[in-house]
């Protein structure tokens, strides 16, 4: 068993700050790429931020200079860090991790956390 398990979200003003946690927990062998995802209503999920074990990033460029993702790889935790947020980053969020799971290769997904940014 496997579980993601996101913190963090709620509703804030446009251009306030959010900070999400992401923990993995379980049967983890190693995680490799740690990310967010993203889905406003109506609209499919994209990403948002990736990051690896060794800490390369990659930011969608809608979120650039605004989110930073960071992580713990000693307690298999990311975080996203969201500043100057906008109506338009209203979705849910979800946290994914990629790596070997049970012995085999693998992703997991979290059970995602609202984000509301009131205009």
């Known amino acids: 068993q496997v579980q993601l398990v996101e913190s963090g979200g709620g509703l804030v003003q446009a251009g306030g700050s959010l900070r999400l946690s992401c923990a993995a927990s379980?049967?983890?062998?190693?995680?490799?790429?740690m990310g967010w995802y993203r889905q406003a209503p109506g609209k499919q999920r994209e990403m948002v931020t990736t990051?690896?074990?060794?800490?390369?990033?990659n930011y969608a460029d809608s979120v650039k200079g605004r989110f930073t993702i960071s992580r713990d790889n000693t307690k298999n935790t990311v975080f996203l860090q969201m500043n100057s947020l906008k109506p338009d980053d209203t979705a849910v969020y979800y946290c994914?991790?990629?790596?070997?799971?049970?012995?085999?290769?693998?992703?997991?997904w979290g059970q995602g956390t609202q984000v509301t940014v009131s205009s």
């Open positions: 994914k991790a990629e790596g070997v799971f049970f012995g085999s290769w693998g992703n997991y």
């Open positions: 379980g049967s983890i062998r190693s995680i490799t790429t």
């Open positions: 990051i690896t074990s060794g800490g390369s990033t």
